[in-house]
């Protein structure tokens, strides 16, 4: 079967201007716009890739969507651009409009190959090699190793794992209430007709650069072969050895296995943000070199059994976080963390002959979770300017961002500065002062005779592209406050002789 090859680099000749030469794209999706009530003509908006970039502004002359209603022009075509024209909107964004194009037969398409001699297989494209630039038949045989609940919308979501790597399939509206209750957790599938696009890292923490979406042509078959079954991993892991957590940066997804060492009791507490009550379990794991401490929270901590410390178990986490405090490495859980005990794989099996030979006897670990490493902990954390977090929207997506700001303090707001907090240590929580002079609080559900004053301060902060309104908590509060502590600021408030003294 022949093959062609796309024009790379022919958008961004069409956005700078250059329209006069032809080019050969892939287009990867079609919509209809909304019609215009004074024309009541039907506009295609199309996204067409280059092999190199992708571009999701081009307009269908009215005049070529018959191409669309007669099947002629749809996703995963390969056409030849005749005539284009660029403009700009209002608001100065660039789009195409597609005067003239030829859709390219389907025999001159590119296909899959995966140089397997098994004629049966030779469409089954490694998960490893998942591009929107694949064309012809070809399908997935890989394993669900987890799967979402049905949200609103309806939307939910299955990870997949083959021996090459991951990636997230989702589905929506009518695909999501048909193939949600047939994908299984544990099972194998063939998976075909699908749609590739760039995986959204806000809700995607695979490390597939794509994800998968199931369309109304989706196939998904279950095999039922022991010999595949055996040939296919439930997990895709890349372990790093513990040593190694402290060279990561602070909310990072990672992968890590060890024999758990110690583990503690359930611990209740009271989440401030939702003021609910939540559990957590604090477990210890090793391997050669060193131990490091892993929080466990709610349902996960509640199903890790404590004898799995007393029986030595292998542990593997898939995807655990990093967590720094106070200059202090831990790794911490989530909901999409996979969790697997004494799995069946060459790293466990290491660990345990490690373990068996008189690994436990070892007395020189360091405890990587109470080493302080002598650096600030600002590797990975790029510079940026005020606008520069304005624009990217940094913080703002469901999750935090750590960056780096150089700026002037311009103003400190003085409504709320300081405030009443739990004496008890590592705590911060407000406290209510009660009728009877006591403060109480909720967190700990304790009474106590006086409270401390801790800082909680907003501050406007100003450089050359904007300003920006900054938190500052306790210590990082009270260096901004020239080392005045938070119960020198609060005396002061209520009694303004003492500034002067």
């Not at 490694?126 to 070809?138: H, Q, R, S």
């Not at 997935?140 to 997230?168: L, T």
């Not at 967590?323 to 989530?334: T, V």
Request: aromatic share 8%; with cysteine.
């Amino acid at each position: 079967m022949a093959s062609i090859s796309l024009t790379k680099g022919a958008i961004t000749r069409y956005q700078n201007g250059t329209t006069n030469q032809s080019a050969t794209v892939k287009v990867l999706n079609i919509r209809q716009c909304e019609s215009s009530t004074a024309t009541n003509v039907e506009r295609y908006r199309l996204s067409i890739t280059d092999g190199q970039d992708t571009f999701n502004a081009c307009i269908l002359a009215p005049e070529l969507n018959k191409l669309i209603k007669d099947e002629q022009l749809r996703e995963n075509s390969i056409v030849k651009l005749e005539k284009v024209a660029h403009n700009l909107t209002s608001t100065g964004k660039s789009f195409l409009v597609i005067l003239n194009l030829t859709v390219l037969p389907q025999s001159t398409m590119p296909t899959v190959n995966n140089n397997n001699n098994n004629r049966s297989n030779t469409n089954i494209c490694p998960i490893e090699m998942i591009t929107p630039y694949l064309n012809g038949m070809w399908k997935i045989r890989a394993r669900c190793f987890a799967k979402s609940p049905i949200r609103s919308h309806p939307v939910c979501d299955f990870d997949f794992v083959d021996a090459s790597g991951e990636i997230r399939i989702v589905a929506f509206r009518d695909e999501c209430t048909r193939f949600h209750p047939m994908i299984e957790v544990d099972k194998i599938y063939d998976i075909l007709g699908v749609r590739v696009k760039t995986a959204d890292k806000r809700w995607n923490n695979l490390r597939h650069n794509y994800e998968l979406t199931l369309t109304p042509g989706s196939i998904v078959r279950l095999v039922d072969d022991t010999t595949i079954n055996t040939s296919i991993p439930d997990v895709h892991y890349e372990f790093i050895p513990l040593r190694d957590v402290s060279k990561q940066s602070s909310e990072a997804f990672i992968d890590v296995i060890g024999i758990v060492d110690t583990c503690s009791d359930i611990i209740p507490f009271t989440n401030r943000t939702s003021n609910k009550d939540s559990v957590r379990r604090e477990i210890t794991i090793m391997d050669e070199d060193t131990s490091i401490s892993i929080t466990l929270w709610d349902e996960q901590a509640n199903d890790f059994d404590e004898e799995l410390a007393e029986n030595k178990a292998v542990v593997a986490f898939r995807r655990i976080r990093v967590a720094i405090f106070n200059n202090k490495y831990s790794l911490s859980g989530h909901k999409n963390m996979i969790m697997k005990i004494n799995p069946d794989i060459a790293q466990a099996k290491h660990l345990r002959i490690w373990y068996n030979a008189g690994g436990r006897l070892t007395n020189n670990r360091i405890t990587t979770a109470t080493t302080t490493p002598n650096r600030l902990t600002r590797e990975g954390y790029p510079w940026k300017t005020i606008g520069q977090i304005e624009n990217e929207q940094l913080g703002r997506q469901g999750r935090p961002d750590y960056v780096m700001l150089k700026a002037i303090c311009m103003h400190i707001a003085n409504d709320r500065v300081v405030y009443t907090s739990c004496p008890n240590n590592d705590c911060f929580r407000k406290v209510n002062k009660l009728l009877s002079g006591l403060y109480h609080c909720d967190k700990c559900r304790q009474d106590f005779n006086e409270c401390h004053w801790s800082y909680m301060l907003r501050a406007e902060l100003v450089d050359s592209t904007g300003a920006i309104w900054v938190s500052f908590f306790r210590q990082q509060a009270q260096e901004l406050m020239d080392n005045i502590t938070a119960e020198q600021f609060a005396q002061a408030k209520e009694n303004v002789s003492y500034l002067n003294e």
